[in-house]
Nanobody, 117 residues
Framework: QVQIVESGGGWVQPGGSLRLSCATS????????MSWFRQAPGKVRELVAS????????DYADSVKGRFTISRDNGKTPVYLQMNSRNPDTSGMYYC??????????WGQGTQVTVSS
């Protein structure tokens, strides 16, 4: 059974740092590209960062470049999202997604991040 479990969310003040984790099981992790998405209240879910399963190449939304870092070790889960210098726009529910062959996709249930003073 496929499982994707996000953790590490919570309430933090602007300017601080937070690291989200995405633990997976039930599929061959090293064969799946992994991504983090964010969904703020009343807004569509948007891609924040992705990391491929080949060479671990990364891609980021313009809004988080230079502030967020996605990382993985293909030998084991989880996938991490290091979030630095956060501002209130960073708030939202963060979801982890795995994409494999034939565009097979798995989603986690999300972890809430709230940035406020």
């Amino acid at each position: 059974q496929v499982q994707i479990v996000e953790s590490g969310g919570g309430w933090v003040q602007p300017g601080g740092s937070l690291r989200l984790s995405c633990a997976t099981s039930g599929f061959t992790f090293s064969r799946y590209a992994m991504s983090w998405f964010r969904q703020a209240p009343g807004k569509v879910r948007e891609l924040v960062a992705s990391i491929s399963h080949v060479r671990s190449s990364t891609d980021y939304a313009d809004s988080v470049k230079g502030r967020f870092t996605i990382s993985r070790d293909n030998g084991k889960t989880p996938v991490y999202l290091q979030m630095n210098s956060r501002n209130p726009d960073t708030s939202g529910m963060y979801y982890c997604r795995a994409v494999g062959g034939a565009n097979l996709k798995f989603w986690g249930q999300g972890t809430q991040v709230t940035v406020s003073s």
